[in-house]
């Protein structure tokens, strides 16, 4: 059998090949024409938008934080500052497994549970090239220690970073106030772009208050960066400019002495220059160090702080609402010389109670026998309730109302911190609209002498203080006493605002009730005249008692058989000399009972230190 050759057909191959090579390179052609379209679109027709966007990707802007500005006492003693502090912070992608690290890291120092969660929340906020705190202010302890162990930690770096510092502690935080970190409802109504880079913000007190002084305005610099958004190189820079140093009237010595001579009793005290409205000290104690809130306090020692029965986050001196017992008892009887209601001759017969007519409830005097025949000027020297029960029955409420006004009480002063309140001056309308009942005439009385639903904040009582010490020219308190721009040496003075002055038609009337306050410690029944010894200067002033319940027709006040938050509240309101004033100060001790024993000595001790000085410079 023939066998079959197998014969190739080079011509029908070469076809073969030559179409397929046709439609390879028409293939080749076309996605040839499609790169150079979409070159000539990119290239040519949206060249501009795309350079525009290029750029935009390759340099950033960056924001640089201004410094804050420092804050000072009227002598220059520091109050508020930056210093540089260490703070531990990871830097992720460098570290190979995150979890095993912060482990290494608690057996080398203490780590909370607070730091690593809030480490843990920023770190999906930032990218994974960017360093990311994890705790701040390192001791020089645990510095070294992580230094040490540097080479087994790789991610891990000690950096320094400016934090606000408060070196007086609690001393100056019911004035200062302090910075903290910037929540979400604060995110809100800043300006984003004034705050890019910086995350703090005042909370309280002139932090707060002064914010836009001392925040200081943002810099920026313009940076080109890669593809993963690493800076390359700084290509311009516009540098921030620090915000403005603060100098306030405060005295630290007398605020030291303020806080001294409170103790450790729950109060406050407040001293005004009657001539300026300038505070001179504004003590609330117990307090606390503002230190801890700066970079986040720890829930615990925050629950420590909120928990605690003597509430010393609690501003006293600008919230602290007490019922200012008989230290009302000058501006009641100067109403009623002015309005002529009383003179100097009049008098009533004390004999230890107060009832209306046609009534049957007895009105108790703080004195259980009584005062006897009673001038206005003993009313004031002995604190007789009697006398002023009278009194304000015949004033009547609308016009104790419109009278205690005008010194400020039931309304803020105004003072340049955040926080205060504004106590309480009933009145027939008030009461009407709050309880939705008619006013009474026993309310009245009682309101005479400091008690009922009267309410005043230690502030208020110096700021009224003041004014009588004035002879009725009200000045604005204020704290600040000059503002510093940056890079400057010049101060500038915040002047004195002089408001609306009390309108008393009669100088004598002005002179009657200061003498009788001096009375009130240099006559031997004054209620203070226990702080009258060794006196270089004469004080005005007055006690006040205020009562935390009420007591029984029946019942008689033993302090010893009252527990102790049940107890009294101390007050005392003076000023000195009394010629010509230079301090007037309110003191308020909560539960402390006696205003003539507690809260005048401690008052006594304020005027002193400032007088003394005051005479040796």
């Known amino acids: ?330 501006f009641i009887g100067l109403a009623g010389l002015e309005t002529n209601k009383i003179n100097s001759t009049s008098w009533v017969f004390c004999p230890g109670w107060y009832t209306l007519r046609g009534g049957k409830r007895r009105y108790r005097d703080w004195k259980h026998n009584g005062h006897g025949v009673t001038s206005l000027r003993k009313a004031v020297v002995e604190s007789c309730d009697v006398f002023f029960y009278d009194l304000a029955f015949t004033l009547g409420i609308d016009v104790i109302h419109q009278f205690l006004s005008e010194f400020g009480f039931g309304r803020p002063t105004g003072i340049d911190l955040s926080g205060e309140l504004p106590g309480l001056l009933p009145s027939r309308e008030w009461k009407q609209a709050t309880h939705k009942e008619p006013w009474y005439v026993g309310e009245t009385l009682i309101t005479g002498i400091g008690q009922g639903f009267t309410l005043a904040t230690p502030l208020q009582l110096a700021m009224a203080t003041a004014i009588l010490a004035n002879r009725g020219i009200p000045m604005q308190p204020h704290v600040i006493y000059a503002s510093q721009p940056p890079n400057s040496n010049e101060l500038k003075i915040v002047p004195p605002q002089q408001l609306a002055a009390i309108p008393i038609t009669r100088a004598a009337n002005w002179e009657y009730i200061i003498r009788s306050m001096v009375e009130v410690i240099h006559s031997r029944r004054g209620t203070a005249h226990s702080i009258s010894s060794g006196q270089k200067f004469t004080i005005a002033g007055k006690t006040g008692t205020a009562q935390v319940f009420g007591i029984k027709q029946d019942e008689k006040y033993v302090k010893e058989d009252v527990a102790l938050k049940l107890r009294d509240h101390a007050l005392f309101v003076a000023f000195a000399p009394a010629r010509q004033p230079r301090i007037a100060v309110a003191v308020v001790v909560e539960n402390g009972g006696s205003g003539g024993s507690v809260a005048a000595p401690i008052a006594k001790t304020i005027i002193d230190e400032y007088m003394n000085r005051a005479a040796a410079s």
């Open 1 to 330: 059998m023939a066998q079959r050759l197998n014969i190739k057909d080079y011509l029908r191959e070469s076809y073969m090949f030559n179409n397929r090579a046709v439609g390879a390179l028409l293939i080749m052609g076309v996605l040839i024409a499609t790169v150079l379209m979409r070159l000539i679109v990119l290239q040519v027709i949206h060249h501009e938008q795309l350079s525009t966007l290029s750029i935009k990707n390759r340099i950033n802007i960056m924001p640089l934080p201004p410094t804050r500005g420092l804050i000072f006492d009227r002598n220059g003693i520091l109050l508020a500052q930056n210093v540089p502090s260490y703070s531990l912070e990871i830097t992720p992608e460098s570290v190979p497994d995150l979890d095993a690290t912060l482990h290494d890291l608690e057996l080398l120092i203490d780590i909370s549970a607070t730091d690593e969660q809030r480490f843990r929340e920023r770190l999906h906020k930032h990218k994974q090239f960017e360093s990311i705190p994890l705790k701040f202010r390192l001791s020089e302890r645990e510095v070294a220690r992580i230094a040490v162990n540097r080479y087994q930690l790789p991610g891990v770096e000690i950096e320094a970073r400016l934090v606000r510092d408060y070196p007086l502690g609690a001393l100056m935080v019911p004035v200062v106030g302090y910075v903290g970190r910037i929540n979400e409802q604060e995110l809100k109504r800043i300006d984003t772009t004034a705050y890019s880079g910086t995350g703090h913000i005042g909370k309280l007190g002139v932090e707060k208050y002064y914010e836009n002084l001392l925040h200081g305005k943002v810099g920026f610099q313009q940076v080109e960066t890669n593809a993963q958004g690493r800076i390359l190189r700084v290509l311009a820079r516009n540098s921030p400019t620090s915000g403005n140093n603060i100098y306030l009237t405060l005295d630290t010595r007398l605020q030291r002495t303020a806080v001294n001579a409170l103790g450790d009793h729950r109060g406050a005290a407040v001293a005004l220059d009657p001539k300026n409205g300038e505070v001179l000290a504004l003590a609330s104690t117990p307090g606390f160090d503002p230190n801890q809130f700066v970079n986040g306090i720890d829930q615990k020692t925050y629950q420590r702080l909120e928990n605690s029965p003597n509430h010393p986050l609690f501003n006293r001196a600008l919230r602290g609402q007490y019922p200012p017992g008989s230290t009302i008892k000058p």
